[in-house]
C-alpha cells in the first residue's frame, strides 16, 4: 500500500507549511501529495508550487471540482502541470453537490450525474489522446456546442499542445454504488470518501471487475496522540462539517454516505444539529465508532495495528492528513 499526502484546499489564508510537509513527504518517499478545492482556493495553483519544489513525488487533485471547468480546460490544465512536472500529474475529479455547483458555479447540477461524469471523462480523454478533432454529440458537454446562443461557427479542434502523457491518470471521486461502479468503467481510479477498511463489503460488486493496477484511494485524517477520544474530535469536527453543511437537508450526498455506512440516524441527528446553527453540539452528535473507523488515530501500537486492516483489503494509496513531519515519519515507518 502506497502513501500519499493529502494537503486539502486553504481555509482563511494559505494553509501554513504545506511545502514543508510536501518536501518532507518525499523525503520518506511517499508516492503522492493531493491538493483540494471547494469554494476558495484551487487545487491546480497550488499543486504547480509543490512540482516546482519537487522532483519525484507524484501530484494529485482530489479532487478538482468538474463545474469549475469545461473538461477541454481541466484537460489544459492537466497537460500544462503534466509537462512542468515531467509526468507526475495525477488528474482526480468530482462531480460535488448542488449547493456548490448552483451555489458557486452557477451551473445546473445534472438531473443524471452518471451521463454528466461520463461525457466529462470522454472530453478529456480525447483531448489527453490527441488522436482527432475532439467532438462529442454530449447532453452536458457537446463539443462543438450548438445549443441556444450558439453562433454555428465552431469547430471541433486538437490541442495545439501535444500532452505529454496521454493515458495521463484520470481519478474520480465517487460515493453510490452504481457512481463506483461507473468509475471502474471509465477511470484509472477511485478516490473513495469516509472508506472504512471493516465495511469493504459495501463495494465488493462494484469493485468485481475493476482491472489490472486500478487505484483505490481513500483519505484518512492520522493523528498520533496518547488520548484517542482527544484525537477524534478533529475527525469529527470534519464529519459534522460535511454531513451537516456541505449539502441541503433534503440532498446531502456525505449524510446519504454516512447513513448507507450503518449511521443513518446519526447522520440525521448531525445534519439537524448543524443546519440549527449548533455545530459543536452536531460534532459531539458523531458517534466515535464511526470517526474512529475511518481515521487512524491513537498510539504507535494502535495505529500499527489498524493499519493492517487497511492493508488487508482493496486500498493501493492510502492518501494520508496529517499536519506535522512526525506523524508522516511513523506512518512511513510503520507502513515499511
Not at 519537487?54 to 482530489?62: D, E, H, N, S, V
Not at 455506512?261 to 440525521?268: C, I, L, T, V
Request: aromatic letters at 8%.
Amino acid at each position: 500500500m502506497r502513501l500519499g499526502l493529502a494537503l486539502g484546499y486553504w481555509g482563511r489564508r494559505p494553509a501554513p507549511r504545506q511545502l514543508e510537509l510536501a518536501l518532507h513527504a518525499e523525503r520518506l518517499g511517499y508516492h503522492s501529495v493531493w491538493t483540494a478545492e471547494s469554494w476558495g482556493s484551487d487545487a491546480f495553483t497550488p499543486l504547480t508550487w509543490i512540482a516546482a519544489h519537487t522532483r519525484r513525488i507524484r501530484l494529485g487533485t482530489a479532487v478538482a471540482q468538474m463545474a469549475a471547468r469545461s473538461p477541454a480546460a481541466t484537460a489544459m490544465h492537466a497537460l500544462t502541470l503534466d509537462h512542468l512536472s515531467g509526468g507526475r500529474l495525477l488528474l482526480g475529479l468530482g462531480l460535488s453537490g448542488p449547493q456548490v455547483v448552483e451555489g458557486w458555479y452557477g451551473r445546473p447540477f445534472p438531473d443524471s450525474p452518471l451521463t454528466a461524469t461520463r461525457e466529462y471523462v470522454d472530453v478529456v480523454r480525447q483531448v489527453l489522446r490527441r488522436e482527432v478533432p475532439v467532438a462529442l454529440d454530449g447532453r452536458y458537454h457537446p463539443l462543438p456546442y450548438r445549443g441556444p446562443g450558439a453562433t454555428g461557427l465552431g469547430r471541433s479542434l486538437k490541442s495545439m499542445t501535444h500532452p505529454l502523457r496521454t493515458g495521463l491518470p484520470v481519478l474520480l471521486g465517487a460515493e453510490g454504488p452504481r457512481n463506483v461502479a461507473q468509475t471502474v468503467r471509465i477511470a484509472d481510479g477511485w478516490l473513495p470518501l469516509y472508506w472504512s477498511p471493516t465495511r469493504t463489503d459495501l463495494y465488493t460488486e462494484a469493485l468485481a471487475n475493476r482491472p489490472e493496477g486500478f487505484v483505490v484511494a481513500p483519505m484518512a485524517q492520522v493523528h498520533l496522540c496518547a488520548d484517542v477520544a482527544e484525537g477524534l474530535r478533529p475527525v469529527k469536527r470534519m464529519l459534522a462539517l460535511y454531513v451537516g453543511g456541505m449539502g441541503h437537508a433534503a440532498r446531502n450526498f456525505h449524510a446519504d454516505l454516512m447513513g448507507r455506512m450503518g449511521y443513518e440516524k446519526e447522520a440525521r441527528r448531525v445534519q439537524q444539529l448543524f443546519l440549527s446553527g449548533r455545530r459543536e453540539e452536531a460534532a459531539e452528535a458523531v458517534p466515535d465508532a464511526f470517526a474512529d473507523e475511518i481515521s487512524l488515530v491513537g498510539p504507535r501500537e494502535r495505529i500499527a495495528e489498524r493499519l493492517q486492516t487497511w492493508r488487508a483489503g482493496p486500498v493501493t494509496d492510502l492518501l494520508v492528513t496529517a499536519r506535522d513531519e512526525q506523524t508522516l515519519t511513523v506512518l512511513a515507518e510503520l507502513n515499511g
